[in-house]
């Protein structure tokens, strides 16, 4: 029998965000090397994987300090935000590349069903800021819902 299980991160993108990214890519188009960002807020890219059981969630958060983030469960969601600060400015700057983004950020990410603030660990090393959520991709979706009809060739007619 097929693998049916849902997969929960389908659409993992906060969709304001992603929405406004669009418009922004068909206004102007996609510069070369630039962030997903949104309304003046950069989106730090993730990689989410199984490990085992385990879900890994890894945002890549560079230059921002451990004390100016902050990670949440919210209603069945995990929100990642906090501020990148120190963006070179000033009377004696002169910009000749400016890809790094700076400012506020958020990333809100669908988890399974029956997560909870128990089965996560955060750690933030060399910039690379790793969720783990313990037995996470253990979850399966068994609500599928089997589809009843005709067999293929049967007509089912109905005489009054």
Known sequence: MPDHSHNAFRGLYD???E????REHLTHGDPPHE???SSGA???PVDIYAHGDDLVIRAELAGVPRDEMEVAICSGQ???SGERTGAPDGDEVTDYVRERRYGHFRRTIALPPGIDRDQLTATLEDGLLEIVINGGAAARHDDQIEIGGAERGEVRVDVA
């Open 78 to 80: 995990l929100w990642i």
């Open 19 to 22: 929405m406004g990214r669009m």
């Open 42 to 44: 950069w989106i730090p």
């Open 35 to 37: 962030g997903r960002q």
């Open 15 to 17: 969709m304001f965000a």
